[in-house]
């Protein structure tokens, strides 16, 4: 990823969460992927997917927290309390990331009884033409 690549994630997943202290950085150990900051902290990561001529990113975000405080744990983490859960029809190990009414991501299970979780999210490249 390139600085101009990683200014414009920096500023779609700024407005994406409400937070203006997101900060995206090549990442040490692959200069094509990159990592995602919230003050000093390391709080996700991105990875290049470009298979399939298009290119995308996908955001990764480990999540120390059950499925019952969940919601609040990012609304507190993002300062926004615009974020809500939303269960996923016919799924019981996922629920859905939204912003308003607006689909921001899957949220899965890391273990079968729900201590931690892992927020996915895809970023296509069209997404970012206005940053």
Do not use: C, W
Request: net charge negative.
């Amino acid at each position: 990823m390139d600085k101009a690549e990683l200014r414009k994630l920096q500023g779609f997943l700024r407005q994406t969460f409400g937070h203006q202290g997101i900060k995206v950085t090549q990442a040490r150990k692959n200069p094509d992927d990159a990592e995602v900051h919230l003050g000093e902290r390391q709080i996700g990561s991105l990875v290049v997917d470009d298979e399939d001529g298009d290119r995308s990113f996908a955001f990764d975000m480990k999540i120390p927290v059950g499925r019952e405080v969940l919601q609040e744990y990012l609304r507190r983490l993002f300062e926004n309390d615009q974020l809500k859960i939303v269960p996923r029809h016919k799924k019981n190990d996922s629920v859905e990331l939204n912003r308003g009414d607006d689909f921001l991501g899957v949220i899965s299970a890391d273990d079968p009884k729900g201590h931690s979780y892992t927020l996915q999210m895809a970023i296509l490249d069209f997404d970012l033409e206005d940053f």
